[in-house]
């Protein structure tokens, strides 16, 4: 839907006075809410006092300062007097809603858990569970001191848990609306004069702006269907309405001036057309003896494609067209001149191309007798090389044996001095036994002289030593023993003592050829090692003379298929050059070279057909000299 503007400027006043409306009603709703929460914080405030003193009495009973009901009836005479507001007070009762201290006597000791209010809550229980839930509120509907008509009333309740006591108050909520209204009044006292302002100050607006629209609108539907003699009205205002007028008044100055812009472009129209036809006339022309410069141009061109070169543009052409004239028939006399100079050089091509095929044919041949000689070469140096690399495996294996024999003999030369100190050892061992042995013999002779004793004291002693002098004799005779034992085991020491002396030096001696042994199978080693290493250096420099030999065996055989491919290239040039010959003939000139019939021509040299190079067989002995004739044609060549 459209709106007019002054609708729209009518929309806009009523979502001002809207706008206004809605402020008020937020500012009145954050006052309610401002005076509630006010309500609230004084509520929790005096009934944690009271609570406070409550727990003021009962710190002093667990101190043992007073008993307890000392304490509860001075703490009730405390929160009995407390008033605040407009005579609100203190109320205090127990958990099962028995009331302790409230202003009216008569509730005083009664138990008001299942008594509701008018509108049937049982507000003491709610109070009694806020009080358990840590502290909170609770609204109902209760009368005031001395009245019957229940007035909603906010009540904060708390306990007091080591007596079980329920501490609260509450105020009336009746005056809270009563300060609500009077700000309501306040609010519409101030904005109904306010809005009526506003809409009176917005219809001269609107009108002042709506009708110099639909004049200036009616005018331009006038000057649209193509009436421009109206004056525009006020183009003297310095605001929109003027600014719009005076633009409509440049539309329709630039209509008058669009209406001449016309006339004058009708009769400069008409001297275009009359120009038109007289350009028409001199294109006429001009194509005329275009037309006559393209078959002059074309009939040359005809004639060129038949090979005519004498052929040249002699009709007359119009003077633009002279300069291409000119240069056509330049050209024909140089394709003329080029052609017959072409011509001229074919018969040197011939002659050199005859020469170029016989030389090619001739270094073939001997480039097929060098691969040949370098092939046998090759052949020869790898029998060479397989002997040396052959002497020098073998000699390294009499290395290995060598090494591997020295290593053996050291080692056994190692096992010939163990035993020479293992001889020593037992040397040692047995003069040590024949030290004991001796110490043996002393201690036989000692106790047999011991036990002679004995038996001179015994038969001293008569029949009381007769059985000392048996045990005597028994000692004697075991020391005799030990003395000949003593004198066979040393005897026998010397013996094996002389002969592991023998053993000794035979071991000696054997330890001394084998470390004579071990030096010349060292010695050998050294030579062996030499053959080797010479053996081995004589292999590797035969494997590169061969790698060189057989590297020009290739490039001898890479020349000889180059030699080829340079014999195929001169014959396909004699071809080519035969065939250019063939179409030079076909082009028409002047000079008496092109005027000549091809049959002319002298015939080209017949060129041998390069040999290709055949591999030889490979040699297993000495290569064969190459022939001396041979060798003579490739240092002539």
Same mark, same amino acid.
Not at 212 to 234: C, E, H, N, Y
């Given at each position: ?115 509701? $209010? ?49 501490? %609260? ?57 193509? $009436? ?10 310095? $605001? ?14 630039? %209509? ?41 141009? $074309? ?134 036994? %024949? ?203």
């Amino acid at each position: 839907m459209t709106l007019t503007v002054s609708r729209k400027l009518g929309a806009l006043v009523a979502i001002a006075v809207t706008g206004a409306l809605l402020l008020s009603a937020l500012q009145l709703y954050g006052l309610r809410q401002a005076i509630h929460a006010e309500r609230e914080t004084m509520l929790t405030a005096q009934t944690q006092a009271a609570a406070a003193i409550a727990a003021h009495f009962v710190d002093e009973v667990a101190a043992k300062r007073q008993s307890e009901a000392e304490a509860k009836a001075r703490a009730i005479e405390s929160i009995k007097s407390i008033r605040f507001g407009a005579n609100d007070y203190v109320f205090i009762m127990d958990d099962k809603a028995t009331m302790i201290v409230n202003p009216n006597e008569s509730l005083i000791g009664k138990t008001l858990w299942d008594k509701p $209010d008018s509108a049937g809550t049982l507000f003491f229980q709610e109070l009694v569970k806020r009080a358990k839930e840590g502290g909170g509120f609770t609204s109902y509907l209760f009368p005031r001191s001395g009245s019957t008509e229940p007035i909603a009333k906010l009540s904060y309740t708390t306990l007091v848990p080591s007596w079980g006591w329920v501490v %609260g108050t509450g105020v009336y909520m009746d005056d809270l609306e009563t300060i609500f209204r009077t700000h309501l009044l306040k609010v519409g006292v101030f904005m109904v004069p306010v809005m009526l302002l506003l809409v009176g100050c917005a219809l001269p607006i609107s009108r002042s702006i709506s009708r110099p629209l639909q004049r200036i609108t009616k005018l331009m539907q006038s000057m649209a269907s193509g $009436d421009l003699t109206q004056q525009v009205p006020f183009t003297g205002r310095s $605001d929109e309405i003027g600014a719009m007028a005076r633009a409509v008044d440049i539309f329709r100055q630039g %209509g008058e001036e669009n209406r001449v812009l016309s006339a004058k472009a009708e009769t400069a129209a008409a001297e275009r057309a009359a120009q038109r036809e007289r350009q028409s006339a001199i294109d006429n022309a001009k194509a005329e003896d275009l037309r006559a410069f393209v078959q002059a141009v $074309d009939n040359g061109f005809d004639a060129l494609s038949k090979g005519d070169l004498t052929i040249r543009m002699t009709a007359e052409v119009a003077e633009a067209f002279e300069p291409i004239r000119a240069k056509f028939n330049d050209s024909v006399a140089k394709l003329e001149e080029t052609i017959g100079t072409v011509v001229g050089s074919i018969d040197s091509m011939r002659v050199g191309l005859g020469e170029i095929s016989t030389a090619s044919n001739d270094l073939a041949q001997r480039t097929e007798q060098q691969a040949a000689s370098l092939e046998q070469t090759v052949a020869a140096l790898s029998e060479v090389t397989r002997g040396v690399n052959a002497t020098a495996d073998r000699a390294g294996r009499a290395q290995t044996g060598a090494t591997a024999t020295r290593r053996l003999a050291e080692k056994s030369g190692t096992v010939v001095g163990r035993a020479v100190a293992a001889m020593a050892e037992i040397e040692t061992s047995s003069d040590e036994i %024949g030290k004991i042995i001796g110490v043996i013999d002393e201690i036989a002779f000692q106790t047999n002289l011991l036990a002679l004793n004995a038996g001179v004291e015994a038969a001293r002693a008569g029949e009381a030593g007769r059985g000392f002098a048996v045990v005597a004799q028994e000692v004697r005779g075991l020391a005799q023993r030990s003395a000949e034992a003593a004198k066979e085991i040393k005897s026998l020491i010397a013996t094996s003592s002389a002969q592991v002396a023998e053993g000794v030096e035979l071991v000696t001696a054997s330890g001394r050829s084998l470390d004579e042994i071990v030096e010349e199978i060292g010695k050998m080693d050294t030579v062996v090692g030499e053959i080797a290493t010479s053996a081995r250096e004589q292999a590797t420099s035969l494997r590169e003379v061969s790698a060189a030999a057989d590297q020009m065996d290739k490039v001898t055989q890479q020349n000889a298929a180059m030699v080829e491919e340079t014999t195929a290239a001169a014959q396909t040039l004699s071809g080519e050059t035969e065939e250019l010959a063939v179409l030079v003939s076909s082009f028409r000139t002047n000079r008496r070279a092109a005027a000549q019939s091809p049959a002319r021509k002298a015939a080209p040299r017949a060129a041998t057909a390069p040999r290709k190079p055949v591999p030889q067989m490979r040699a297993t002995g000495q290569t064969k000299a190459a022939p001396a004739e041979a060798a003579d044609d490739w240092q002539d060549f």
